[in-house]
């Protein structure tokens, strides 16, 4: 069983690496940032597998960690692109 894990986890490793050609040469940051989802989801993948075929001790924490990466990476990209509100001193002179 823990040869079937780890080819799955090279498998997912593989499909991984394809994703990184998508951040490296994306046409636009939209998809650089669903390959960058893509790279987390794949990491935290391989390294449950590798954890569970291996039974080595740590291995989640670091999945762990590298799923919060992944979920605050994709919240400052939304919240770094949205435009900036006028505040009101803007409103109320007209500028």
Not at 61 to 77: E, N, P, R, T, W
Request: hydrophobic letters at 55%; a neutral charge; charged letters at 15%.
């Amino acid at each position: 069983m823990s040869d079937f894990l780890l080819a799955a986890a090279g498998f997912v490793l593989f499909t991984v690496a394809i994703g990184l050609k998508r951040i490296l040469g994306g046409p636009g940051n939209a998809d650089r940032m669903m390959a960058a989802q893509l790279l987390g989801t794949g990491g935290v993948a391989s390294l449950l597998l590798v954890a569970a075929a291996t039974r080595a001790r740590g291995v989640e924490d670091v999945a762990l960690g590298l799923a919060l990466l992944a979920a605050f990476a994709s919240v400052a990209f939304v919240g770094g692109g949205a435009p900036a509100e006028p505040d009101d001193t803007q409103r109320t002179t007209g500028r």
